[in-house]
């Protein structure tokens, strides 16, 4: 029952590990593996880091441009109110200006975010990540990450295995 249970997760692992594995094969011993997992590792979280980056970015606009929504849309009513009024109070002279310098600064704010995420955008899609369905490829990479951080664990902790000289780790 043990031998069956431990050959269904090996064959589980094999499936999801398959390219993972025949990289560190081919790179040969011990150590070549491991830095191979280990080079695994940190290039899909890399882009997890990436992919999180790029929605804070495309939230944060979406923020901006709601807020310069409803500026633009206290402005608008703001003048009509005036128009509307014959007797204008020197709170309502001042209302509107001020209301179109916070339309204005949050006009101009989205420059630098809009090119920031156009940068992630463009190394999202060299790195191969799809923008439509983001969400699921980064559950993916999670996934991938979590497996071959199990890898590199199993490979650093095999048995007879020495500690290296220079750092002691296993």
């Known amino acids: 029952m043990a031998d069956t249970r431990v050959q269904l997760i090996m064959s589980v692992v094999d499936r999801a590990l398959g390219p993972l594995k025949r990289i560190a ?5 011990l150590a070549g593996r491991a830095k ?3 080079d695994a590792v ?3 979280n890399s882009q997890v880091k990436s992919i999180d980056k790029f929605a804070k970015v495309s939230r944060d606009l979406a923020v901006n441009n709601n807020a310069l929504q409803t500026a633009r849309e206290r402005t ?4 009509a109110e005036l ?7 020197d709170a309502m002279r001042a209302a509107l200006p001020a209301a179109r310098s916070e339309a204005a600064r949050l006009k101009d704010r989205p420059a ?6 156009q940068r992630l955008r463009v190394a999202l899609q060299s790195a191969g990540v799809p923008l439509k369905g983001m969400a699921e490829h980064q559950a993916n990479l999670r996934t991938q990450a ?11 902790s095999a048995p007879g295995r020495q500690p290296c000289v220079r750092c002691g780790l296993p």
């Open 25 to 29: 094969d081919g790179a040969g011993g």
């Open 36 to 38: 191979a997992a280990s």
């Open 42 to 44: 940190k290039g899909l």
């Open 76 to 79: 608008k009513a703001l003048a």
């Open 83 to 89: 128009r509307a009024t014959e007797q204008p109070t």
């Open 112 to 117: 630098a975010p809009t090119e920031h995420q």
């Open 146 to 156: 979590a497996a071959a951080t199990a890898e590199l664990d199993l490979q650093l």
